[in-house]
């Protein structure tokens, strides 16, 4: 089967559905849905942090870099009408401590798969990544090939830092080391500044003061503060799996925003090359949290795609 490619335009009015949510994650008590469990891979016995909803077919999602379980917010209600829904905080992040053993890519990949098998999360499970999350659920994949129904990433990482060199490496490392305590500092001032919400939020959103204050806050909530934050970023530059991709044998939908500043839309299209049978849905006027930015579309996309191993 070969790969399919959907792009959107604005100029389409029943796309122009920018920053608007239907504000159910507020109507849910989510300190009633939180959960841990306890796995053992190769970071050692680590304890994660997760939140569980709804009843049907699994989803699992993986946040990405500064991310937590909360990136999923506005997609968590929408998918537990129908699915046994669960969104990890990976060690290091959110909630979940520090591994006792060093972060890797592929150790994190082992770890999304200890994950499914601890919770009983079967075979038909539907496995959704963004960004350094969409990069350890191909490790995932390519480890366990059996184990998932689907893959969707999201505006993965990888394919863009795989080359990355160990100067460049170091540089980014230290840069984050500095802007993190300004981070933490800034975030409740930023969400109440036009101005610095969108010096702040820019590189993530394509329009911040477009974004609601609560989903941004979310956002940012723990980014600042991960204690996984420097060493997952020595973890993700650099480390190379492109070759494996084409091991990937299950369907996959690659979504991305084309406004992405992190991860540039060029490797969108690397990915498609690269995951054979793989789909590609480009958003237009969109940047890296897709599913924060165009949750409606997202939802409903992403929605179709994992429906369609159960109904074709």
């Given at each position: 089967m070969g790969s399919a490619e959907t792009e959107t335009t604005t100029s389409d009015p029943a796309l122009d559905d920018y920053g608007r949510s239907d504000r159910k994650w507020l109507q849910l008590d989510w300190s009633s849905l939180l959960r841990n469990t306890v796995v053992e891979t190769r970071l050692g016995t680590t304890r994660v942090d997760y939140v569980e909803l709804g009843q049907g077919s699994p989803v699992l999602f993986v946040h990405g870099l500064g991310g937590s379980w909360r990136n999923w917010l506005e997609n968590l209600p929408f998918f537990a009408r129908d699915h046994r829904v669960v969104a990890i905080d990976l060690p290091g992040f959110g909630t979940s401590p520090m591994p006792p053993e060093t972060i890797s890519i592929s150790a994190y990949g082992e770890l999304v798969v200890a994950v499914a098998d601890r919770l009983g999360l079967g075979p038909e499970t539907a496995l959704v990544g963004?960004?350094?999350g969409g990069f350890i659920s191909t490790d995932a994949v390519t480890a366990a090939?059996?184990?998932?129904?689907?893959?969707?990433?999201?505006?993965?990482?990888?394919?863009?830092?795989?080359?990355?060199?160990?100067?460049?490496?170091?540089?980014?490392?230290?840069?984050?080391?500095?802007?993190?305590?300004?981070?933490?500092?800034r975030v409740d001032r930023a969400l109440h500044r036009k101005r610095l919400r969108v010096a702040s939020f820019s590189g993530l959103v394509a329009h911040p003061s477009l974004i609601d204050r609560e989903i941004l806050w979310e956002l940012a909530?723990?980014?600042?503060?991960?204690?996984?934050?420097?060493?997952?970023?020595?973890?993700?530059?650099?480390?190379d799996s492109r070759e494996r991709l084409a091991e990937i044998g299950i369907p996959t939908l690659v979504i991305w925003g084309r406004k992405d500043r992190l991860v540039p839309v060029a490797a969108a299209h690397d990915y498609l090359r690269r995951i054979p049978g793989a789909r590609l849905s480009i958003i237009d006027d969109t940047g890296h949290m897709v599913q924060m930015e165009r949750p409606a579309r997202f939802n409903r996309e992403v929605g179709q795609f994992i429906s369609e191993p159960a109904t074709g």
């Open positions: 963004h960004s350094m090939p059996q184990r998932f129904s689907t893959l969707t990433l999201v505006a993965a990482a990888g394919i863009t830092f795989a080359a990355m060199s160990d100067s460049r490496k170091s540089v980014t490392s230290a840069a984050i080391k500095m802007i993190r305590p300004l981070m933490a500092n909530r723990y980014a600042a503060t991960a204690p996984g934050m420097i060493e997952a970023t020595d973890a993700l530059y650099g480390y």
